[in-house]
């Protein structure tokens, strides 16, 4: 990964926001913005991307001590990064947003698709298709994320939710469901017959589009 003195200036990323709005920034890009600076031995860049892993295991509300555990973050960028998705939360919440078709669910999950593992999220709905939470259940390998039922449907049975959306980023760009992926589904949907939480669908997407197994009457 180039250090941020070896891009070109509007491809930086403070620039970049200036210029192009913050659409426009990947997750790294976007922490390093907030982080400011690099560390001593290593740039703004490499930080935020060991960060950005670091939340993406711990989840969406991580202590101050999780990031503390980043090699280079100190005391003060961990409690500005704390803080910032705390305030992020209270002003912008995906909580109520309503899913009406596969479309509407791509905007929530497109953010990780530039990740280089696979990501398998999970978004809670009401008895209404309205978002109650979502999640990361798990991070897999490069080509195949680990997950089971009890992991997918733990978070949405305390949530009280009625139905869930899954989905996972293809790293490799090629959206075609692997047999894995259709398992994946069949298990997930017979699990949530059971649990009376309907799987509505499974998508799988990149950084361009998606793949919707409802859409392709594969559920």
Same mark, same amino acid.
């Given at each position: 990964m180039k250090r941020i003195q070896d891009l070109p200036a509007r491809e930086r990323p403070r620039? @970049?926001?200036? *210029? @192009? %709005?913050?659409q426009a920034l990947s997750d790294m890009e976007l922490l390093a913005v907030l982080l400011g600076s690099g560390s001593q031995k290593c740039d703004v860049l490499t930080l935020a991307e060991k960060l950005l892993r670091q939340l993406d295991q711990v %989840?969406?509300?991580?202590?101050? &001590? &999780?990031?503390?555990?980043? *090699?280079?973050? %100190?005391?003060? @960028? =961990?409690?500005l990064i704390v803080a910032g998705l705390e305030f992020a939360r209270r002003r912008i919440r995906p909580h109520g947003f309503k899913i009406a078709f596969p479309p509407d669910a791509y905007p929530l999950i497109r953010h990780i698709a530039d990740r280089h593992q696979e990501h398998?999220?999970? $978004?809670?709905?009401?008895?209404?298709?309205?978002? $109650? =939470?979502?999640?990361t259940v798990?991070? %897999?390998?490069?080509?195949?994320?680990?997950? *089971?039922?009890?992991?997918?449907f733990a978070d949405p049975i305390? &949530?009280?939710?009625?139905? $869930?959306?899954?989905a996972h980023n293809h790293p490799s760009g090629n959206l075609a469901p692997s047999q894995d992926d259709l398992s994946v589904t069949r298990q997930l949907k017979e699990a949530g017959n059971t649990l009376g939480i309907r799987l509505l669908d499974h998508i799988i997407f990149n950084q361009e589009k998606y793949y919707s197994l409802l859409e392709n009457n594969q559920m």
């Amino acid at each position: 990964m180039k250090r941020i003195q070896d891009l070109p200036a509007r491809e930086r990323p403070r620039e @970049k926001l200036c *210029h @192009k %709005g913050a659409q426009a920034l990947s997750d790294m890009e976007l922490l390093a913005v907030l982080l400011g600076s690099g560390s001593q031995k290593c740039d703004v860049l490499t930080l935020a991307e060991k960060l950005l892993r670091q939340l993406d295991q711990v %989840g969406a509300s991580p202590s101050v &001590d &999780d990031l503390l555990a980043v *090699h280079g973050v %100190g005391n003060a @960028k =961990a409690c500005l990064i704390v803080a910032g998705l705390e305030f992020a939360r209270r002003r912008i919440r995906p909580h109520g947003f309503k899913i009406a078709f596969p479309p509407d669910a791509y905007p929530l999950i497109r953010h990780i698709a530039d990740r280089h593992q696979e990501h398998f999220l999970c $978004i809670s709905l009401n008895g209404a298709n309205e978002v $109650i =939470a979502l999640r990361t259940v798990s991070v %897999g390998l490069v080509n195949r994320a680990l997950v *089971h039922p009890r992991e997918v449907f733990a978070d949405p049975i305390t &949530d009280r939710a009625t139905a $869930i959306i899954v989905a996972h980023n293809h790293p490799s760009g090629n959206l075609a469901p692997s047999q894995d992926d259709l398992s994946v589904t069949r298990q997930l949907k017979e699990a949530g017959n059971t649990l009376g939480i309907r799987l509505l669908d499974h998508i799988i997407f990149n950084q361009e589009k998606y793949y919707s197994l409802l859409e392709n009457n594969q559920m």
